[in-house]
């Protein structure tokens, strides 16, 4: 099992080019699954990604990688089901079932359990399938989903803007009879990423100003060569590990306006951003100043996804900073490695309340889940002397290559077994 040895200390200063979001490339590859043969660029080298990958070949859609693409190619007719270990491997393996229904009629998955940040039910994806006229059972564990006459339109408002059922109505509704409406849908840009993709097929998608999406639904979907969009919550990572560390970054391959409630948290606490088209540019301070409140939002408010990286800075900032935990109902668990570090955090149900220290130090310390991982590495790199993670394979479903990206940002980290 390979650990990182991080000796923390070193101000993290440099250029680093972004890889490509996860949390569109996995959607995107799910609608390849009902699309003609595609080329999705700028897919980054993630173990989620390699399990997408696979899922599309029992699904009858083949894929290999060149370089930062990923063909896919229609294949057989493919199965109806994703095997149990790939379902357990990937929570968000349930964004295939739209197209799994789109394409075969049916699908069979075991349910993806409740994970690392506490339950995570799929009833808005459920919900949104039925409306289209998918038959939903659930026995032993497993769901069994059948639309044998094929899905149709429907109206549908999803009562909580859920990223996952969002993206299994889009692309579900995109080869149904009719036209589909959407309401208190997410409008992450991931899934607007997901729209461009499909519309480059041929689907005809709109969302309108006030969110709402209409789906009219067409007889087949061609390919397309579409380039996957920059890894917001990667680049707020790198831009944290700056400004933690009294660092100096420039971000490439970044759509500011994707981080600018991260960026104006990192301006109010004492750091210097500037933007341009596809970088940003952040010098800190010695010290960073406190957060003040920050509350997790639906898109475009700060995102959940950040919030673990936010509190290893806040760790060693000047104050108190509040974290108000408002969409996932356990995502603090990295909190626990970062008091080992020496860092002062008292929780209470959805609120966090960071008090920043001085200096941190070093400890053995256990990568929790993917952001928290990210968090207890930040918080390794500004502690002083040697941490030990381990627990990296959280780390390599979301980060590309973060160890190899770090080192050249001037950090002392290596992966070790
Ligand atoms: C996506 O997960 C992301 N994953 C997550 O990123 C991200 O944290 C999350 O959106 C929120 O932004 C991918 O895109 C692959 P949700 P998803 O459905 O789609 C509740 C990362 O670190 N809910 O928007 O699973 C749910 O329990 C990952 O990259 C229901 O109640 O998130 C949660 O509290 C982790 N019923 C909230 O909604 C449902 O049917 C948000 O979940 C679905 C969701």
């Known amino acids: 099992m390979s650990v990182y040895i991080i000796h923390g200390g070193n101000r993290v200063r440099g250029r680093v080019a972004v ?30 990604i390699s399990v997408a990958m696979e899922i599309l070949g029992h699904l009858g859609c083949r894929a290999r990688r060149e370089g930062d693409a990923i063909l896919t190619t229609q294949g057989g007719p493919g199965d109806c089901r994703i095997p149990d270990e790939l379902m357990g491997a990937m929570r968000s393996s349930i964004v295939f079932l739209g197209g799994m229904v789109a394409r075969h009629g049916c699908a069979e998955l075991t349910l993806p359990g409740g994970c690392e940040l506490g339950a995570r039910p799929i009833d808005l994806h459920l919900f949104a399938l039925s409306q289209m006229g998918a038959d939903i059972t659930e026995a032993g564990g497993r769901l069994y989903c059948s639309a044998p006459r094929g899905l149709h339109g429907a109206r549908i408002n999803l009562s909580f803007p859920s990223v996952g059922a969002t993206e299994n109505t889009i692309i579900a509704a995109a080869t149904a ?3 589909t409406v959407l309401t208190g849908a997410a409008r992450e840009p991931e899934i607007l990423d997901l729209i461009d993709f499909l519309r480059g097929c041929g689907a005809s998608i709109d969302m309108a100003l006030d969110g709402t999406i209409r789906v009219e639904g067409v007889e087949r979907l061609h390919g397309v060569r579409h380039r996957v969009i920059p890894d917001r919550i990667a680049a707020g990572t790198y831009l944290c590990a700056a ?63 950040m919030q673990s990286v936010m509190m290893a800075a806040a760790t060693v900032a000047r104050g108190t900073t509040l974290f108000v935990e408002n969409i996932f109902e356990s995502r603090y668990r990295h909190v626990p490695e970062l008091r080992k570090l020496g860092a002062s955090i008292v929780t209470e149900g959805r609120a966090a309340v960071v008090t920043g220290v001085e200096r941190l130090t070093g400890a053995s310390l256990v990568s929790t889940d993917l952001r928290g ?34 080192r050249r940002l001037g950090a002392d980290i290596k992966r070790d077994g």
């Not at 502690?383 to 973060?402: K, N, P, Q």
């Open 19 to 48: 890889h490509g979001a996860k949390n569109s490339a996995l959607p995107i590859l799910a609608a390849a699954a009902v699309c003609g043969d595609s080329v999705i660029e700028n897919c980054p080298r993630l173990t989620d």
């Open 177 to 179: 009879r009719g036209e």
């Open 243 to 305: 400004a933690m560390t009294g660092g100096e970054l420039l971000a490439q391959d970044v759509v500011p306006g994707h981080i600018s409630s991260c960026l104006s948290l990192l301006e109010g606490a004492g750091c210097r951003v500037e933007t341009g088209p596809d970088w940003v540019r952040l010098t800190a301070p010695e010290r960073l100043e406190a957060f003040g409140t920050v509350k997790t939002m639906p898109y475009p408010g700060f995102p959940t996804d």
């Open 373 to 406: 991982g990210a968090a207890v590495v930040l918080g390794a790199l500004a502690a002083e002397g040697e941490s030990v993670v381990a627990g990296l394979d959280h780390i390599d479903r979301g980060y590309d290559d973060l160890e190899g990206n770090l």
